[in-house]
């Protein structure tokens, strides 16, 4: 879901989590975004000690290469509903930061669901399956579950790409 203060990754962090993730504020209303500082503070305290990921919503591919460029995430999180990774998106990405990881969300449910993962597993570290709801911009954060059937089905799918569960938990 996202940190939103410089506190609570300190706590993360004492409890043994490997992987924080920052909802960046870009304009879409998302639910649990930060502003550029807030994310920037937080990634700074962060430091080495876990993988930062960023997660942004975007139209297009600007301001995922402009903010992947201000604030060296280890791994980007794609998760709006309109504008998704590419093949060239992510040759630009590992040329603009070498060893980024791409983690794409793929919205459930989703009819096309089954193919989308085939595809993003081809080009992208991770997945993220999580739930949507048509009232929000991202994916994820819906409030809402999604059939684990369709999960494990996915998983199953795409392996070794890593999948994350995730979708009212």
């Known amino acids: 879901t996202g940190v939103q203060t410089c506190a609570l990754p ?23 975004e930060v502003d550029y ?40 999180h794609i998760c709006g509903n309109e504008y998704r990774s590419s093949p060239e998106l992510v040759d630009k990405l590992r040329k603009l930061q070498p060893g980024i990881e791409i983690m794409q969300a793929i919205g459930l449910p989703n009819e096309h669901a089954f193919e989308e993962a085939i595809y993003f597993a081809k080009f992208c570290d991770y997945l993220i399956l999580d739930s949507v709801n048509p009232t929000i911009t ?18 199953d799918l795409v392996k070794p790409t890593k999948v994350i569960m995730a979708g009212g938990l």
Not at 14 to 32: K, N, Q, W
């Open 37 to 76: 500082q807030t994310c920037k503070d937080i990634f700074n305290l962060i430091g080495n000690k876990a993988k930062k990921v960023l997660i942004i919503v975007s139209l297009d591919e600007g301001p995922v290469l402009e903010y992947v460029s201000k604030l060296h995430p280890d791994i980007i």
């Open 10 to 32: 300190i706590l993360c962090l004492d409890a043994g989590v490997d992987h924080i993730g920052v909802a960046l504020d870009t304009g879409f209303s998302c639910p649990r």
């Open 138 to 155: 991202s994916i994820g954060v819906a409030g809402m579950t999604h059939s684990w059937d369709d999960d494990k089905k996915i998983v």
